[in-house]
RNA sequence: GCCGAAGUGGUGGAAUUGGUAGACACGCUGGACUCAAAAUCCAGUGGUAGCAAUACCGUGGGGGUUCGAUUCCCCCCUUCGGUACCA
């Protein structure tokens, strides 16, 4: 090896840092200049105390399309920040006793250092972290005016309630059902908490998924269904005995279907449930009641058995009159539809099952199209058909009569069409310490009223003790006590924080204009480089995280912040880095370094190699990415995690792996140092000449592609596509060469310096320097512009392509590029291997097919 | 459970959108250089049979469409991500 990649590195990182390389001017950030912006971000990275490997994938995929936009000539914003709120770190209050406050910068200081020694572009003049007072004084602001237009409300929710430790618990410290601390069982219970409107958005927010033209279809398809948009009816029953006066209304996707309900279903949580069961049923139903909600509260997804329990009431049927009986079951959601569902066995998958177990009535009311009266067939059957056992609507088409069911129950007021969403409104309330104040103040007298403007922002405040149960914020009379705003008498702080979603729901619109202490952010700054070109993140963030954006660009829109409608144009989600675990078993999971041949180090007992799986802590499958860099230097690491595959899908780190990517960058070091004076003497002439012709195919071909790749994100096949360039100028012999071709090679050589640039831009510069440092015209390579390829030099003049036997492959032929049929199987015919199957014994040509530059495929009988 | 993905040699992966399956790497084997090793360079490398030419098999499993399927359709298996308080 030439080249010391340590001192390689950081001399590079300095000299970008000291030429403030990667800065972008703010007075550059005007909508005159909209089309020459360029605005490149990875999602920001949770203050979890180190950076890891998923890290470093992540950002190089940002970093690689930064570089190469800005050498494209486009302005680019490229900047990085800190989510610094969140359950962890008051996690980490109480396990350690250090503040969140601490535990939160010393993380920022530590994946800081970590970060810049990885020599990524971006501009740190515009670092933010959430947790400071300059940031959340804006959602502060935003809220009280998301209040005053009622997108900001307070309703009754459930929470996951520890009753030993007095406090709510997140989803990820209910394990089993039990609290993950004191294993106490956990209880639902129910508390007012602040909810945002993102319900009145839905319809918006499904809409403009089909305007995301480059976000991977299945994050828009889960988007999709999350939103879950059903159109169908309000169905109305009357109880048959009135013991209250509400009616039991379900909601359906399938009115079609009405004549077929055999039972009504009622979720455990029904309001008036107490008034429609009948009093000899009591007993079962609270018995059902009390079990389903204890195997609820063990929140395990598993399929759960339908199991439900008779009322003891009768509901009538619209529009037959028929009794319909009564039940309580466990699979009805009360947050979707109306907490009441109408039971069609025939034609739903659960309902068939749970009439089959409590011998309730199957009635088929819709026939698969084209079935005869005496046909029988499968049920439950789900699709649409022809009516069946449905009154005047018998024989007509299930689609049709959908719509026509609905309008006969509007005429007698028993139903109304109507759009459901499964999306509901956005729960931003958190018992807890480590987030955003939310700046309300509870009166006695003056009720809910919102902290005067000139009062923000409401600090979170420093002193607060994690010894004792619940939020602290509770307990801090200073914090609590105040006076209201419109009376002045004494009055109680909001003590609940805003969900850290809020926080990174923003904050790209914020890097525009970091130090804004007038404004949320100045809106001609953010238009003229918004939405983000290209946005590269988890794909674990499909749902909430890109959907809670899409909800906060169109509120700010709508209070007249800005002027577009989504945040993100191009979404690249992706994959996680894996690694093998290895666990012994004396000494548990081990790490790599502790393996040696499949043994355990400590024991020399044979470990358990598990399969590749997320890099996590507790397995110590972990590789530290400050000790590769260490290593292997940051060039050959960047190359591999962009190397390993495609960057949506998951990679598995592989000690071989870098090392064969270190080898690679020797390679490259080595073939431009020996060929210096060829490199520095490089033009791109012509001669006609063999070898002329093959390189200038070899340098266009490979520009073109690695271009290609680049803005398609396939980085893995553009990094090949360089290989086979380096592998291609290694079996030129420059001494037999012409003066000319020997400039043209120069060229080329200096073409895999500009391609790599972005991937491995501290080896690249080096190189560059060496080649051109001493120059007049010398400039980093990070601004120097990328190469245009020449179209007429990107195909060969001549292609082999296969030759096909009834579609088996059978030989090959070399033709030009562009020949014709009759060419093609003129040259076939001269190959006796083919010759043989056409015009063999007993076998006659019937066929041929040509595709031109692909295959010739002959038919024979 | 529900929603969304993925599955190709010993390994990671490639395949201009239905057209030569295995590019590029890793690993392995052999050779060159060396006193030797490392490094580097060169060559070979899907499986089975064969000295070879070649033949057959082969993209998670099973079926289908097609002159031709890793690619399109149907069914199944396995693994992964999300599931609204982890971020």
């Keep these: 090896m030439l080249y010391d990649s340590k001192t390689c590195d950081k001399k590079w990182q300095q000299i970008w840092e000291k030429t403030n390389a990667f800065q972008i001017k703010q007075n550059s950030l005007t909508t005159k200049n909209k089309n020459n912006n360029y605005y490149v971000l990875e999602m920001l990275p949770y203050t979890s105390g180190s950076l890891h490997m998923g890290h470093v994938s992540n950002y190089t995929i940002g970093d690689i399309i930064a570089r190469f936009k800005t050498k494209q000539g486009l302005n680019v914003l490229h900047p990085i920040g800190w989510d610094a709120f969140g359950l962890p770190a008051e996690n980490a209050a109480r396990n350690n006793g250090l503040h969140p406050w601490d535990w939160t910068f010393n993380n920022i200081n530590e994946m800081k250092k970590e970060l810049k020694t990885l020599g990524f572009s971006y501009d740190w003049s515009r670092e933010i972290a959430t947790a400071n007072k300059e940031y959340y004084i804006w959602e502060q602001k935003l809220f009280i005016q998301l209040y005053n237009k009622n997108i900001a409300y307070r309703?009754?929710?459930?929470?996951?309630?520890?009753?030993?430790?007095?406090t709510v618990l997140a989803n990820e410290q209910v394990e089993d059902g039990l609290c993950w601390r004191c294993s106490s069982e956990v209880q639902i219970s129910s508390l007012q908490q602040w909810f945002l409107r993102i319900s009145n958005y839905s319809q918006e927010l499904l809409d403009g998924l089909d305007t995301l033209k480059q976000w991977p279809q299945r994050v828009i398809q889960m988007q999709r269904n999350w939103i879950g948009k059903s159109s169908g009816a309000n169905v109305v029953f009357k109880l048959k005995n009135p013991t209250t006066k509400q009616n039991i209304t379900t909601f359906t996707t399938r009115p079609d279907t009405l004549y077929g309900v055999t039972f009504l279903s009622l979720s455990i949580n029904y309001k008036e449930l107490n008034n429609i069961i009948t009093p000899e049923h009591k007993d079962d139903v609270n018995q059902f009641i009390a079990e389903t909600k204890a195997e609820n509260a063990k929140q395990d997804r598993k399929e759960k058995e339908q199991l439900g329990v008779f009322t003891g009431s009768y509901a009538i049927h619209p529009l037959t009159g028929n009794n319909i009986p009564i039940y309580v079951?466990?699979?009805?959601?009360?947050?979707?539809?109306?907490?009441?569902?109408?039971?069609?066995?025939?034609h739903d998958q659960r309902d068939y099952g749970f009439a089959n177990k409590y011998h309730i009535n199957i009635v088929p009311v819709i026939a698969p199209p084209n079935t005869q009266d005496d046909d029988s067939y499968e049920l439950p059957y789900t699709e649409h058909g022809t009516m069946v056992n449905s009154q005047q609507f018998n024989g007509q088409t299930s689609q049709q009569s959908a719509d026509e069911i609905v309008r006969l129950l509007e005429s007698k007021g028993l139903g109304n069409s109507e759009i459901t969403y499964r999306l509901h409104d956005w729960g931003i309330s958190r018992q807890r310490y480590w987030g955003t104040p939310i700046p309300m103040i509870h009166c006695d007298s003056c009720g809910i009223v919102p902290v005067a403007l000139e009062d923000l922002p409401v600090v979170l405040p420093k002193d607060v003790s994690f010894e004792g149960d619940g939020n602290p914020l509770d307990r801090h009379e200073e914090f609590v006590n105040t006076t209201c705003p419109k009376c002045q008498a004494p009055a109680k702080r909001e003590t609940d924080t805003m969900d850290t979603f809020i926080n990174s729901s923003w904050y790209f619109l914020r890097y525009c204009d970091p130090n804004n202490d007038q404004s949320i952010f100045d809106k001609n700054a953010v238009d003229s480089i918004n939405p983000v070109d290209t946005y590269v993140g988890g794909v674990e963030h499909a749902v909430m995280h890109l959907l809670y954006s899409r909800f906060f660009v169109r509120i700010l829109r709508d209070l007249g912040y800005l002027s577009f409608d989504e945040p993100f144009k191009h979404l690249i989600t992706q994959g996680m880095v894996c690694m093998t675990s290895y666990k012994c078993p004396n000494h548990s999971w081990l790490y790599p370094h502790e393996v040696d041949n499949d043994r355990c180090v400590h024991c020399q007992s044979v470990v358990t190699v598990g399969r590749a799986e997320k890099m996590s802590k507790s397995k110590n499958n972990v590789v530290n990415p400050k000790e590769i860099m260490e290593q292997h230097g940051v060039d050959?690491?960047?190359l591999f995690t962009m190397f390993a595959g495609p960057v949506d899908k998951d990679i598995q780190w592989s000690q071989e792996g870098i090392e064969g990517m270190k080898r690679f960058l020797g390679r490259v070091y080595t073939l431009v140092v020996q060929?210096?004076?060829h490199v520095q003497a490089r033009k791109y002439t012509t001669t006609n000449s063999e070898i002329s012709n093959h390189l200038l195919y070899h340098i266009n071909y490979t520009i073109k592609k690695v271009t290609n790749d680049i803005e398609s994100v396939a980085f893995n096949t553009a990094i090949a596509a360089i290989m086979e360039l380096v592998n291609v100028l290694y079996k030129v012999d420059t001494k037999t060469l012409t003066n000319d071709d020997r400039k043209l090679f120069g060229y080329a050589v200096h073409s895999v310096i500009e391609l790599l640039s972005p991937f491995a831009p501290h080896i690249c510069e080096e190189l560059n320097e060496i080649i051109d440092g001493h120059t007049d015209s010398y400039q980093l390579i990070c601004k120097t512009p990328w190469l245009k390829y020449d179209d007429n030099h990107t195909t060969r003049n001549t292609v082999t392509i296969g030759v096909q036997i009834n579609g088996k492959m059978r030989s090959t032929i070399t033709v030009s590029a562009d020949a014709s049929?009759?060419?093609?199987v003129k040259h076939a015919r001269q190959d006796s291997k083919i010759l043989g199957y056409i015009d063999?014994?007993?076998?006659?040509?019937?066929?041929?097919?040509?595709?031109k530059g692909r295959i010739l495929n002959f038919i024979v009988k």
């Excluded at 079951?329 to 039971?343: I, K, P």
């Excluded at 063999?840 to 595709?851: F, H, M, Q």
């Design 155 to 166: 309703k009754n929710s459930k929470v996951n309630w520890c009753n030993e430790c007095k």
């Design 329 to 346: 079951a466990n699979y009805v959601l009360d947050e979707y539809g109306s907490g009441a569902l109408m039971g069609v066995p025939a």
């Design 636 to 638: 050959s690491c960047r």
């Design 675 to 677: 060929n210096k004076q």
């Design 821 to 824: 049929e009759d060419e093609a």
């Design 840 to 851: 063999g014994d007993g076998s006659t040509l019937v066929k041929t097919i040509y595709i």
